[in-house]
Nanobody, 121 residues
Framework: QVQLVESGGGLVQAGGSLRLSCAAS????????MGWFRQAPGEERELVAA???????TYADSVKGRFTISRDNAKNTVYLEMNSLKPDDTAVYYC???????????????WGQGTPVTVSS
């Protein structure tokens, strides 16, 4: 099973940027679709972005044009570049993995603690 550790969150003012990292372990990282999720206080977890093993990606409408997901298979790491951050982006961000972009609702990993992002105005 792939194990994941998120990092890079923090406190940032609206309009600022952050880069989140998700370090993975396991022999088959490059075979999985990786996704970033977030959960704001009192709200359900939602998929923010995902990137397939072949490099295709998808984004939630709320972050299109502002966030970029990427992966470095040599480092077993997936990234989320977040620009033009808004207070609505405040949430705990998690990474996880699945078979494809269309099956991110059925992730394989445990959720862990995530990394919190707070965007202030």
């Amino acid at each position: 099973q792939v194990q994941l550790v998120e990092s890079g969150g923090g406190l940032v003012q609206a309009g600022g940027s952050l880069r989140l990292s998700c370090a993975a372990s396991g022999r088959t990282f490059s075979r999985y679709t990786m996704g970033w999720f977030r959960q704001a206080p009192g709200e359900e977890r939602e998929l923010v972005a995902a990137i397939s093993a072949s490099g295709g990606s998808t984004y939630a409408d709320s972050v299109k044009g502002r966030f970029t997901i990427s992966r470095d298979n040599a480092k077993n790491t997936v990234y989320l570049e977040m620009n033009s951050l808004k207070p609505d982006d405040t949430a705990v961000y998690y990474c996880n993995y699945a078979l494809s972009i269309t099956t991110m609702h059925r992730v394989f990993g445990s959720w862990g603690q995530g990394t919190p992002v707070t965007v202030s105005s």
